[in-house]
């Protein structure tokens, strides 16, 4: 397999020849057809590979009102598989989370500068001023309900600092208005907000540009939630293992992917609102209400590849490539965090099940109330704000899905549930109307270790094949498995 991928469309045929995405040829409506399409794909793939019964990424060629050559692709990065494809792991087909969770943090701190290229791809084709034209696109209607077709779901967004002049890449999601504008939703605390915020305290536009159908790593790594101040472009170039090929936009000096298949540039005047929403989001619910308070995106030009490929992520109930590569990437950067701060940290995931909203962390036990010194380092952390926490003892594999909910449901008592206050995430859908405004909606501690008080003879002894029978008893029955008649 090419490592790594020059491109979205050589990820795109690396997956083809794996056989993990399908060329959809019949035409699709980009009136919820696709989105309907690629949701149901989410749902039944559950994260697994197309050899262990999940479903294959999409293609869509053909897409109702539009000509022939103008492309969604879907499902991109929504199976672990993909995941290891794209980050360059030697055999994707049998890599584990912790496996990947390495590989992710190997490679993170690297950091190569990008190359700034004059001509490139994204540029084949320009619409500036008047000529510009959003619907050229076919941007869709994802879900029954949502405000308005989304153009932006799977994409970068880059904005300058306005005093330091570092480029920011994130994934805010974008709605179209009409030919020249979206409508941009930013959760509080968000970098791209913030910047746009010092820009309107001085009554001045904040450039911007939207990158769509940028190279895999590029577009994971735009919604990684890297520390202000930390390139994006320069982490990318240190996952990929060589720098990455950017280019500068058109009307305005913000870099993005040079390979880009759509690239959008303008800016965001001060001042000025429009309404956005609903969505369904990646909590799995469509939590956010319809809002007249969104900031704008003013298009000033479009530049784009011959026949460009329109990256889409159709978030809701788990698990999408949302859920799934960001869940590897947060608890990769939580277990790291731990480990600084001089916790006894074992192994740290977040479930994709869980709308990745739920941190297991599995612990040493050296002292009464770890599982506090754990939530209190989480509040110091923006990147752990919201989350719900569940903390177990090292006995427990967090990367077991069924074990934690095992282990959840059997050792968590009543009085060791603890709510977390503090600044929260508005599409928290457990959240009442006035927490969901204010950001506020309280987040969970679990704490589901055997307290050290209890005499060793009251800790229950686990009763599962790995902790209750001899090491030789064991081996002999997996030696002898196939011959019992079993697979």
């Known amino acids: 397999m090419p490592f790594p991928h020059k491109d979205l469309r050589e990820f795109i045929g690396d997956l083809e ?5 399908t060329k959809v040829t019949e035409e699709v409506d980009w009136d919820l057809e696709v989105g309907a399409i690629a949701r149901r794909l989410c749902e039944l793939t559950l994260g697994r590979s197309v050899k262990a019964g999940g479903q294959r990424a ?9 000509p022939e050559g103008f492309r969604i692709c879907t499902a991109t990065l929504a199976n672990y598989k993909r995941f290891a ?18 590989l992710y943090l190997e490679k993170m701190g690297r950091s190569t500068k990008p190359n700034i290229i004059g001509e490139a791809p994204c540029k084949e084709n320009r619409m500036i001023g008047d000529e510009v034209d959003l619907y050229k696109f076919p941007a869709p209607m994802i879900h029954d309900g949502d405000g308005g077709r989304y153009l932006c779901t799977f994409h970068i967004v880059a904005s300058k600092d306005r005093n330091s002049g570092w480029i920011n890449w994130g994934m805010y999601r974008a709605m179209i208005h009409d030919r020249r504008s979206l409508s941009i939703y930013f959760s509080p605390g968000q970098q791209g907000l913030m910047m746009y915020q010092e820009y309107e305290a001085r009554n001045e536009a904040m450039p911007l540009a939207i990158a ?3 190279d895999v790593i590029s577009l994971f790594i735009s919604g990684c939630k890297l520390p202000v101040g930390i390139s994006e472009m320069d982490t990318a170039g240190g996952l990929r293992g060589r720098p990455l090929d950017v280019v500068r936009c058109e009307t305005n000096d913000l870099l993005v992917p040079a390979s880009s298949e759509i690239v959008l540039e303008g800016f965001m005047p001060p001042h000025a609102r429009l309404w956005e929403g609903p969505f369904g989001e990646y909590p799995g619910y469509a939590a956010t209400p319809r809002d007249r308070d969104r900031p704008v995106f003013i298009i000033q030009a479009i530049t784009f590849r011959d026949n460009p490929i329109l990256t889409m992520s159709n978030m809701g109930v788990p698990v999408d490539e949302g859920h799934l590569s960001y869940s590897i990437a947060w608890a990769a950067e939580f277990k790291k965090y731990f480990a600084q701060n001089g916790l006894p940290v ?5 479930l994709p099940t869980s709308s990745a909203q739920l941190v297991v962390i599995s612990t040493k036990t050296p002292r009464a109330g770890i599982a506090h010194l754990y939530a209190s380092a989480a509040e110091l952390s923006w990147r752990l704000v919201g989350f719900n926490i569940l903390v177990v003892n090292d006995d427990v594999d967090v990367f077991n899905p069924a074990e934690v909910v095992h282990v959840w449901a059997t050792r968590v008592h009543p009085d060791r549930i603890y709510p977390r206050k503090g600044p929260s995430n508005p599409l928290f859908a457990w959240g009442n109307p006035e927490e969901r405004v204010s950001a506020t909606a309280p987040a969970i501690l ?7 008080e209890w005499p060793s003879e009251f800790v229950p002894r686990k009763s599962s094949f790995r902790t209750i029978y001899p090491q030789e008893v064991q081996e002999k029955v997996e030696r002898k498995w196939i011959q019992y008649g079993f697979e």
Do not use: C
């Open 446 to 452: 679990y704490d589901a270790t055997w307290p050290v």
């Open 85 to 102: 494809m794209m980050i360059g792991h030697k055999d994707p087909d049998v890599a584990t989370v912790r496996e990947l969770q390495d």
């Open 17 to 21: 020849s794996e056989g993990e995405l």
């Open 58 to 66: 999409a293609l869509f060629e053909k897409i109702r009102g539009y």
């Open 346 to 350: 074992v192994d740290v995931n977040i």
């Open 212 to 214: 769509i159908g940028s």
